[in-house]
């Protein structure tokens, strides 16, 4: 099985570029076989990372022990995301550091699905100092509480509180996310709401200098409101759902409790900031669902940004209604 003279001239490339860069390692992304060989020949002296979804494919490939093989979950996704998965997965296991540079390799042409699809893209991938180990993937076990957009700066602001504090001090706070009027018809107010006469503007918390207010915010007792469409409700509530059928783990406190009652009783999704650790629990149905340790380093969300990118979408302008 010979490669076709488009694979070989970009695995030319790709040699060349890990000496010129230089870069730290190449990453062959496939979803067939190839002529191996060919490649081990071609990409000799390049530290090698392989990642393919068919789980018979990757057993073969341990086979060489000059290359790194990473598991990849059999599902189908898009390239870009699989790419993206091996990438945290490299970095997860300490296999790759945050800062590389990573030349891909990789189908990014969509063919027919029941025809071969050859290796016909390169990108040079910059793993920023600023890496983290979660993904957007990993927000999927929330299903639909809130689109996706929302669902990350939520993240982002849970985990920047728990990781940062306030003026030198730590903070534990409690973010609700969805059913906001179930949620309010359950809870009181502690103080006066400070989200009250803004705009929707103002209260977007896709908007980082929405995130940073509340971060202020965030200082005072009692749990923040954000609708699912990412609009900051109230603040200084006191959470009054009941913990009946709430089992939580050992050593949690009342805003673990507080946070999965809520989640129990209500369709929203609860993120619960711990002060002693700056760790992130996310709650929903009652039960903890995903566990964020804040790094030293913020998130930055998928997909890498590749060389030649475009910068990302601008966050939302600011149109919107008043709040009586």
Known sequence: MSLPSQSVALLQAARDLVKSLPADAVLLLTETSIDWDEVGRMLAGCKLFVAAENPALTKSLRENPDWTVIDLDPEPLPTQERMNAALLKAVTEDLLQPGSHIVAIYNGIATLEDAPEPVDSLSVIHLGEHLERMTAQDLRVLGDAAPIDVLRAVVDLATEI????????????????????????????????????YSRAERDVRKRDVREQIKEIAKLDGALLIGRDGIAEAACLHLGGRGDGVNIRKGFGSRHMAAAAISKQTSSVAFAVSQSSGSVRVFQGGEEVLHIEPLARPHVWQPFRLENQEQAPAEPDDSGDEVS
Do not use: A, C, Y
């Open 162 to 197: 728990g990781r940062e504090g306030r003026e030198g001090q730590p903070i534990g706070t409690i973010l609700v996310v969805g059913d906001t009027r179930k949620v309010l018809s359950l809870s009181h107010f502690q103080n006066f709401n400070p989200f009250r006469g």
